[in-house]
């Protein structure tokens, strides 16, 4: 590092002290508190992303969000050159970066780091980062220190992108380093453009009437807003928005939103009796995460949830019928040295019954710690992998060569037997990997994909509802003095350390029929997260108290 860039980042590194007596960690999904608090935190955000491009000579995304959240906190996020998450290994120094004590400090930290990975600064090598924020008032004036942090590594430009989705700055990631078509514009084309495809492709005697609408929740944040806009493309669906986090609707995520629905499982304030029966969807805060549901009574205050595991068996039953019919044995020629290998993958909070569902359904299920960037990994294994976690986080990865593999058929299928059913499959294939975001889950392209299938199956959401019957559940949060003595393992379902704490949930367990139960800090929250399932709600509520008093006792402030 040259004296130069050495006087710039200290100058404008001390306009950014550290909040004192908080100590940061990138957690589950990037660095989240409450806003007033992380000005320093984005800063160095900007930094390290700005030093990733450089890295990667690719262009890096920083997105300004605390999704489903209270509105007071926000958070900060990198998505990486392929528009998933921030590699792992970069996680460490992400932490050293914001916790360092003062501007000396972090610039000495800066300095080895980019020794030990080759980055050099200065150079002809040029760095860009797009910047993209939720909707939060915070946003604006943490964008700015994000931007003062990535103009602070010399020869590295910000390009503010404005208000967006999280996926919607992921795809523009992925596709800029691609040399595609990226621009907000591009990003709605393409979603309306596979929708069709995909509705142009269904059986004719599917055809539902006009009046079906869909109703969806926008969790008063960012996602109702760019529904509307995408909304005007489409034929076929008519989609009424609610929440949409206009003036006076509402407090984002306040009552409203995927979070709130998949864990109180109750009806979210903007619906009541009238949509008794209908389907209605949530998005969350930052509109990645997606979860369905019908009323069945407003003044009961009861849903009939349809989460993330309903919708990754919804996918997964297309996909694998899809998969079939191009498989069918008097296409001799087809597949038979091209067997596409289809994986699921889920965490541990995927509700037992779906597990058992998808391996009935012959699937491979394999299972990950909570996190998108755990399952993502693991999809990406497959020739066509599916991942969700059960509060309605995921999506479909195609590998490129299976893409390839599509194309290829696809062009064949044109010249041998246009029109085929075996031709319609390799196009709904190939539409549904335009349709869905392959950089991370988004529910807007989400909702598009479900609203397609649901057509080609003919189903009613009460319908899709019925594939199984969810398993009682109780997730359960716990204030303990310091959740980083919880060590976990086995895709977190045991507890490791304290000693003694997994017997004590065992033995909980044991007394339950179906019982199953583990705990897990967040990544998120200063919280323990316990759940709990079994063969009824009271059991499942019974068995998820008893392990949190357990929690308690081991780890707590002596309440108990
Ligand atoms: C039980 C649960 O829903 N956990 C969520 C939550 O993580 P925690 O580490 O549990 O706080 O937020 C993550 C980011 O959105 C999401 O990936 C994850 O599934
Ligand atoms: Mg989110």
Not at 349 to 360: H, M, P
Not at 515 to 521: A, E, K, Q, V, Y
Request: charged share 25%; aromatic share 6%.
């Amino acid at each position: 590092m040259d004296e130069q860039q050495r006087r710039v980042l200290l100058e404008s590194a001390s306009r950014f002290p550290i909040p004192q007596g908080v100590k940061l960690s990138y957690g589950t999904a990037g660095f989240r508190a409450d806003a007033s608090i992380l000005s320093s935190t984005v800063f160095r955000v900007g930094i390290l992303a700005a030093l990733r491009s450089l890295k990667t000579q690719s262009v890096i995304g920083l997105m300004i969000t605390a999704s489903h959240n209270q509105v007071s906190d926000n958070g900060v996020k990198v998505a990486d050159p392929s528009g998933g998450m921030l590699t792992q290994e970069w996680e460490p120094f992400a932490d050293a970066l914001a916790n360092a004590v003062d501007a000396e400090h972090l610039v000495q930290m800066i300095s080895e780091f980019a020794k030990k990975e080759n980055i050099s600064f200065g150079g002809v090598q040029s760095a860009e980062v797009l910047l993209g924020r939720d909707t939060r008032p915070s946003g604006e004036s943490l964008l700015e220190a994000a931007k003062q942090g990535i103009s602070s590594v010399v020869g590295a430009v910000a390009t503010d992108l404005g208000i967006l989705t999280t996926p919607q700055l992921h795809w523009i990631v992925r596709s800029r380093n691609k040399s595609k078509k990226s621009s907000e514009t591009d990003y709605f084309e393409q979603l309306s453009s596979s929708f069709r495809c995909l509705m142009d492709l269904i059986p004719r005697e599917m055809t539902i009437s006009e009046t079906d609408e869909l109703i969806v929740d926008g969790a008063n944040g960012v996602g109702g807003e760019k529904l509307e806009e995408l909304k005007k493309l489409l034929n076929g669906l008519v989609i009424q928005v609610r929440n949409s986090g206009k003036e006076g609707e509402g407090v984002l995520n306040q009552g409203v939103g995927a979070d709130f629905v998949q864990k109180e499982k109750v009806v979210p304030s903007g619906f009541g009796q009238n949509d008794v029966g209908m389907r209605c969807a949530s998005l969350d805060g930052d509109a990645d995460r997606l979860v369905y549901f019908h009323v069945l009574s407003k003044s009961d205050n009861k849903i009939e949830l349809v989460d993330g595991d309903k919708i990754l068996s919804l996918f997964a039953l297309f996909i694998k019928e899809q998969l079939s019919i191009l498989n069918k044995k008097e296409e001799k020629e087809i597949n038979d040295d091209h067997p596409v290998s289809l994986g699921i993958v889920q965490t541990a909070y995927a509700n037992g019954a779906s597990t058992d569902y998808l391996k009935q359904l012959g699937l491979e299920v394999v299972f990950t710690p909570t996190g998108v960037k755990y399952l993502h990994e693991k999809a990406s294994e497959y020739d066509i992998g599916i991942y969700f976690e059960a509060n309605g986080h995921g999506t479909i990865l195609f590998s490129e060569n299976v893409l390839c593999w599509l194309e290829t058929r696809n062009k064949e299928l044109a010249s041998t037997s246009e029109g085929s059913e075996q031709q319609k499959s390799v196009k709904r294939l190939l539409a549904v990997s335009e349709l869905i975001n392959q950089a991370v889950g988004d529910a807007l392209s989400g909702v598009l994909l479900v609203e397609t299938i649901l057509r080609h199956m003919g189903w009613s959401i009460q319908r899709w509802s019925e594939l199984y019957q969810d398993l009682p559940s109780r997730q359960l949060k716990v204030k303990v003095v310091d959740r980083t003595a919880v060590i976990t393992t086995n895709a977190e379902t045991e507890v490791v350390k304290p000693s003694g704490l997994q017997e004590a949930i065992n033995s909980e367990t044991a007394k339950y029929p179906k019982g199953r139960s583990f705990i897990r800090p967040s990544g998120t929250e200063d919280v323990i997260r316990v759940y709990a399932e079994a063969s009824t709600q009271e059991a499942a509520d019974g068995l998820a108290k008893s392990v949190a008093q357990h929690v308690d006792r081991f780890l707590g402030f002596g309440t108990t």
